[in-house]
């Protein structure tokens, strides 16, 4: 009775399967990623070594090997329905918390990157859909530095993260031309989260207390003139943040602020060369950051014993980034790259406390494929800081990637 039965469920299993391999699969997955192995040396001590975001000590130096930067995702595609594709993406990298163990450094905390589905509508020339999940904020346009870990500014808001959010997006085709439209609602960063090294939320952050989400929109025009593609766009956010009842330290309580920001982006791209650049400007944008809080103006309250503090504004800052890029061989084989940045918050504020009047780079690079997946790179930076203790960097950054 039992061998017929194992027989009886072994012709059911194997009959399963190679009906399903006669069938067209309803959803298809298409798994991509890296593995890399990235090495930066410093000639001084920095504040968050890993992303280079400023320095602070003249008298220290070291280096970092690390594969944090490694990412595995996967591509979702179900089938199509009278015009309407359904896709999502999963990524994640490690970069998230490191283990609490003396061997941190190689046992990093896996960080989500993307979770989000994509709901899209063709009609004719013109294309529109929603997509909620998490991704790139719609302000940041997706364009980015040519350095091999782009960090350095992030105390004050280079706008480059990936949200939480519902976006809807609008596109007309003119030939080979598009014009692309995108809204989004995000979950509103502080940059200086109550809820880090948690679980769950203990409270709600100011961004939640506000009862406000982060609206941005973008609006963004890709160009292909004979061997030219162009890119160029606008974008902004805005929302608030509630800080009637923050507590941390001598820091009590504090005022609605304002989250502001505008950005413009170019990029002009030949077989030969590639000049991109973008510029930013807005209010407590350090929502992008990496947890210092530090575009809030604080005041004393008046006749606090002990002397307290209010958050009563959010510090202006402005900043850019641009990059040009040769290919001797007409193609990505073999790239340099030449670039600068700068972070710029308003010193001169009122009450504001700023981490430093100006943060400022220059960049050298050179990468080389050797074949497709396999990518190696080095780049020299010169990161300058401008505090009330002026400190320049030198840097040296190495890449090794195997993609897939």
Known sequence: MNRLLLITLSIFFITSFLYAEEEKPSIQFKPYGYIELYGIASDTGMVGPELLIYSKDKTKEGFIFNARNSRFGTKITLP???????????????????????????????????????????????????????????????????????????????????????????????????????????????????????????????????????????????????????????????????????????????????????????????????????????????????????????????????ATYEIVDSVPTKGFFVDLSVFPFGDKTLQFVFGMGMDDPDEDFDNATVAYNKNSYYLGAIYYTFVEQFKVGVNYMRVMKEASDDIDSNHILLLLRFSF
């Open 80 to 306: 199509s329905v009278k015009n309407v594709t359904l896709n999502a993406t999963m990524e994640i990298d490690f970069f998230g918390t490191m283990a609490d163990s003396g061997m941190s450094e190689s046992r990093p905390m896996p960080r989500l990157r993307h979770a989000f589905f994509d709901i899209k509508k063709t009609i004719g020339e013109h294309y529109f859909g929603v997509i909620g999940g998490q991704t790139w904020s719609v302000a940041s346009m997706t364009l980015f530095p040519s350095m091999i870990n782009p960090g350095v500014g992030w105390a004050m808001g280079n706008p480059w993260q990936r949200l939480p959010q519902i976006q809807l997006y609008y596109g007309k085709k003119f030939g080979k031309h598009v014009l692309n439209f995108k809204f989004s609602a995000n979950e509103p960063m502080t940059g200086s989260s109550l809820n880090r090294g948690k679980l769950l939320s203990s409270d709600y952050d100011a961004g939640g207390s506000s009862m406000m989400p982060l609206l941005e929109s973008s609006l963004t025009f890709d160009a292909v003139l004979k061997k030219f593609k162009i890119f160029a766009g606008v974008s902004g956010s805005y929302g608030k943040e509630d800080y009637s009842d923050y507590s941390n330290g001598s820091v009590i309580g504090g005022k609605t602020v304002d989250v502001q920001m505008f950005s413009g982006a170019l990029k002009v791209e030949h077989p030969y060369f590639a000049i991109l650049g973008k510029y930013y400007m807005g209010k407590n944008i350090d929502i992008y950051g990496v947890g210092f809080g530090s575009a809030l103006a604080k005041e004393l309250k008046e006749g606090s014993d002990p």
